[in-house]
């Protein structure tokens, strides 16, 4: 199982942007899939997430601003980002609880390699 993210780049203080996350490999069925993000010299944290049946939770700091989204035909996730802030300069990565075709049974998290946001003017 792979998950490929991106979408990240260089946007001033008020823009948007979109990220886009690809899982793909031999996937029985995915469950929660989710948006983390890791600022320079601080800890990764929950941006949002979003489970099979669509339900989501977002961090405080990104409530109202940023909304998360997938394709269940696609086998992705996304989250739209508006208003930005500097404070939302990270790197992004996308997760995914899934199931592979030859261990059913087995329900794992896979983690995107990142794409890095610079919200800067």
């Known amino acids: 199982v792979q998950l490929q993210a991106y979408g990240g780049g260089l946007v001033q203080p008020g823009g948007s942007l979109r990220l886009s996350c690809i899982v793909s490999?031999?996937?029985?069925?995915?469950?929660?899939m989710g948006w983390y993000r890791q600022a320079p010299g601080k800890q990764r944290e929950l941006v949002a997430g979003?489970?099979?049946?669509?339900?989501?939770n977002y961090a405080d700091a990104v409530k109202g601003r940023f909304t998360i989204s997938r394709d269940n035909a696609k086998n992705t996730v996304y989250v739209q980002m508006t208003n930005l802030k500097p404070e939302d300069t990270a790197v992004y990565y996308c997760?995914?609880?899934?199931?592979?075709?030859?261990?059913?049974?087995?329900?794992?998290?896979?983690w995107g390699q990142g794409t890095e946001v610079t919200v800067s003017s």
């Open positions: 997760n995914a609880d899934v199931r592979t075709v030859s261990e059913v049974a087995i329900l794992r998290k896979y």
């Open positions: 979003i489970t099979s049946g669509g339900s989501t």
């Open positions: 490999g031999s996937i029985f069925s995915i469950n929660d």
